[in-house]
């Protein structure tokens, strides 16, 4: 069993920040009560979201979409924006 803490096996990365960012993010860190790692993780996965399940399924659509002989992709299309179409009305 390894003696690190969760937080030690996660990945690492070092960055060089101009004069003043570092406590502007201590600040806006403070401001939000939490500490200067969560605040820099809120933001950057903010910018970098992780690939949704819809992003996925999508794209495996597409896929198929695009195996299909080009005369049937037009009507393949339209019933895939009218499925979402109606998936997006049920969503409160």
Do not use: C
């Not at 924006?81 to 998936?87: A, G, K, P, Q, S």
């Amino acid at each position: 069993m390894s003696d690190l803490s969760p937080s030690q096996l996660l990945d690492k990365i070092i960055i060089r920040v101009p004069d003043g960012l570092r406590d502007r993010i201590k600040r806006a860190a403070d401001a939000n009560g939490r500490s200067m790692n969560a605040e820099l993780l809120i933001l950057l996965d903010k910018t970098y979201p992780a690939t949704s399940v819809i992003d996925a399924y999508i794209q495996e659509i597409a896929d198929v979409v695009k195996g299909l002989p080009v005369e049937n992709r037009d009507d393949a299309w339209r019933e895939v924006f009218d499925r979402l179409e109606t998936v997006r009305k049920e969503i409160p």
